[in-house]
């Protein structure tokens, strides 16, 4: 589908976004709003990727667990930015649980994260009252549906004048800017794969109003609130370029999580199963990087909806000649 905004031959755009995943959803509203005229380009007809299967948690304190420090600065600009642009935005934080047992994997979380108190998980979340002794609440923190997102910026792009093309061969006409996830492969070769498996399920028995982790030894999970007491519930991470359903074992290890963190998971529909393959640098942080002919917005991981924002700003910062820089790897 390309929108009414498709530009003559003679008028042709000043930038061309590959791939309509979030990072290029991010970085073609970014140049738009700059007044740049765009055009996003995907050669399937519905765009899915990776960001398809995402929690669309905004939290950056809680990733600051596992990830650099730069994650943890950088995520910050993206509650503030997703809420600008799109519906949807809640922000009532992050909870995070660790059954009796695992105590001390929520100190050893709360020694290596910060901008969080310590709480009664009832008190926030009165599902959870009498199941978990304590926990950390992480209160800046938000989340937002992802899916629900994307058409919201798609529709922000098209209301901009940019040029969507979906599902179609459509030879780039401006300065290139890459953002095809895995496939930019062919010229980033150090990128690799980094596969997640998810679930939506149904619940009828379980309210929850914000994302709660809930911390394990083997298999941390985490639980997502969306509409109409539905949950995805997500993810695995292993080092593997293999496609395909989800497997066996991370499906009983997610529900399996998800049963601790309330029994009544147990009677929940499974609605949805699925696994995409996040592309990942070799020292995992995402970054803007200028080879060739191009400027790749590279190596999201784990981190799309958090750090599509600051690299889409710094992108198109770039790109539009204002003060910033890119990666010259």
């Not at 009498?130 to 899916?147: I, K, M, Q, V, W």
């Not at 058409?151 to 979906?166: M, N, V």
């Not at 399920?201 to 379980?206: G, L």
């Not at 359903?245 to 499906?251: F, G, K, L, Q």
């Amino acid at each position: 589908m390309t929108s009414a905004a498709d530009f003559p031959p003679d008028f042709p755009p000043d930038f061309s976004v590959l791939g309509a995943g979030v990072a290029g959803l991010c970085t073609a509203t970014a140049l738009a709003e700059r007044g740049a005229r765009v055009e996003l380009i995907d050669t399937d007809p519905a765009p899915r990727g990776a960001s398809w299967y995402a929690g669309g948690m905004l939290a950056p304190f809680c990733e600051g667990e596992a990830a650099p420090e730069a994650v943890v600065q950088a995520g910050q600009l993206a509650c503030d930015w997703w809420a600008a642009r799109v519906p949807g935005v809640a922000r009532r934080g992050t909870l995070v649980v660790a059954p009796p047992r695992d105590r001390a994997e929520l100190d050893r979380y709360a020694r290596a994260t910060r901008a969080h108190e310590r709480v009664d998980p009832g008190a926030l979340e009165p599902a959870l009252a009498g199941r978990f002794a304590t926990g950390l609440h992480f209160p800046t923190e938000a989340h937002l549906d992802p899916r629900a997102a994307r058409r919201a910026l798609a529709d922000r792009l098209r209301g901009l004048g940019a040029a969507l093309h979906f599902g179609a061969a459509t030879e780039p006409r401006g300065r290139i800017v890459d953002c095809r996830g895995l496939a930019a492969r062919d010229r980033l070769p150090d990128l690799r794969a980094v596969r997640g498996e998810m679930l939506i399920v149904e619940a009828p028995d379980v309210t929850l109003t914000r994302p709660v982790r809930l911390l394990h030894p083997r298999f941390p999970c985490y639980v997502v609130p969306r509409a109409d007491h539905r949950f995805m519930i997500g993810a695995t991470m292993v080092e593997s370029d293999l496609t395909g359903p989800v497997t066996a074992r991370a499906m009983m290890e997610l529900l399996s999580a998800a049963y601790t963190l309330h029994p009544a998971f147990a009677e929940a529909q499974v609605i949805e199963t699925g696994a995409g393959l996040r592309p990942a640098l070799p020292d995992n942080l995402p970054r803007v990087i200028e080879r060739g002919d191009r400027v790749f917005v590279a190596g999201l991981h784990r981190h799309g909806f958090l750090m599509s924002p600051h690299l889409a700003e710094t992108a198109a910062a770039i790109l539009t000649k204002e003060n910033a820089h890119a990666d010259p790897a």
